[in-house]
């Protein structure tokens, strides 16, 4: 997926977590955007070779408006916190993404479903690789199980630990399953 439209979409959602600042190994800045974390990826948007003005406010919830411009061989993001802005000048747009093996993990429990909420707990991580980066990055097999997140019986369990604008529950009524 293009790192643009991959910041488009944040954007679009009023999300903007910047992780503060790495050098590279050239020396240059590179500013680093939260775009996907959860137990299976770390995927972030880098801003090469960046420099920031203004005020950003890592706390912040609320709405967020932003635009972009290229200037003079650099592209330029100004975003309004409120009423705080931040512009952030760069050369390029990159993806950094990292991969984890997901087998070992599955902490978020249901009583009486916990072989069931594991199983909809994997798919489900394997299922927001597949949505947010594509599926360059699933294997052939993730790419088929991945569909099984909106199987009903599946989704039963809907992440109650998640709040519900994250939730990718489907359903609201509970389905019975004996």
């Known amino acids: 997926m293009d790192a643009f439209v991959m910041l488009q979409e944040l954007l679009e959602q009023e999300q903007f977590e910047l992780i503060f600042p790495e050098r590279s190994i050239s020396g240059q800045l590179d500013i680093r955007l939260v775009y996907l974390m959860n137990d299976a990826v770390e995927s972030f948007l880098v801003f090469h070779n960046a420099r920031m003005t203004g005020e950003y406010r890592p706390d912040y919830e609320g709405e967020i408006s932003a635009s972009m411009s290229f200037e003079d061989m650099e592209y330029i ?3 309004h916190q409120g009423d705080s802005v931040v512009t952030i000048f760069f050369e390029d747009l990159l993806t950094d993404v990292h991969l984890y093996d997901y087998g070992e993990i599955g902490h978020f429990w249901m009583k009486d479903y916990e072989y069931l909420r594991q199983l909809e707990y994997r ?5 927001d690789k597949y949505d947010y980066l594509g599926e360059e990055y699933c294997t052939p097999e993730e790419r088929k199980l991945a569909m099984l997140v909106d199987f009903p019986p599946l989704n039963y369990c809907c ?4 709040p519900e604008q994250y939730s990718n529950c489907k359903r609201k009524e509970k389905i019975l399953l004996f």
């Open 77 to 79: 993001l100004v975003v």
């Open 159 to 162: 992440y109650p630990a998640v």
């Open 123 to 127: 798919l489900a991580i394997m299922r």
